[in-house]
């Protein structure tokens, strides 16, 4: 809530993120997700300008998705972890379903393809200043699933898994960039089509 409220704070990122606590339920896991996309919002309208609290609002927005990775499913531990080529995130939080996120493709107003470009901001925030690059791989593979999953839209789904391979060629992991380009070259994992439904993990 605090996060919520006070998504100007970004200087002091580091205290009110350590008030964060790890979300509940989906609607708490909601909130802060809207959240993100306000710190972007902030950053990028009242401070075009100010690269210093473009660093903090990427550093305040991964330290927030974190928190939500890391109160549910079995996500990675380690934010390398997170590469396309060892993980493919199927779900935010435990009981949000790509029907749920964003449906239909909008949180509170808030559509699919605004959420990518915020995601996007961050990752280009923190690969320009070259500043904990590794933070940045998480947010892809969030990105990869919001265009792949929510949005279906191949366009987005592309475009995620190339900010991906960016990330990782930043980290040193070239294999894994390798991968990433690959999978796009070879057309793997496509978005289904719009009319489909969420049925493969249920019907296993």
Known sequence: DTTFQHPHAISDWQIVAASVAPPKDAKQAERLLLTVAILAKHARLTLPGNTTSHLHAALFASAILEAIFASTVPHPRRR??????????????????????????????????????????????????????????????????????????????????????????????????????????QGHDAPRPLLTTEASDVLL
């Open 80 to 185: 390398l972890g997170f590469s396309l080529d060892a993980y493919r995130m199927r779900e935010v939080f435990l009981g949000m379903r790509e029907s749920a996120l964003l449906s239909p493709n909008c949180l509170h107003g808030l559509d699919g393809p605004s959420f990518f470009d915020a995601l996007a901001f961050f990752h280009n925030t923190l690969l320009a200043l070259e500043y904990q690059e590794a933070r940045s791989v998480p947010l892809c593979a969030l990105c990869n699933y919001i265009a792949t999953d929510v949005c279906r839209n191949r366009t987005l789904a592309i475009r995620g898994r190339l900010m991906m391979a960016d990330s990782l060629i930043a980290c040193r992991s070239f294999t894994s960039a390798w991968l990433v380009l690959y999978a796009v070259q």
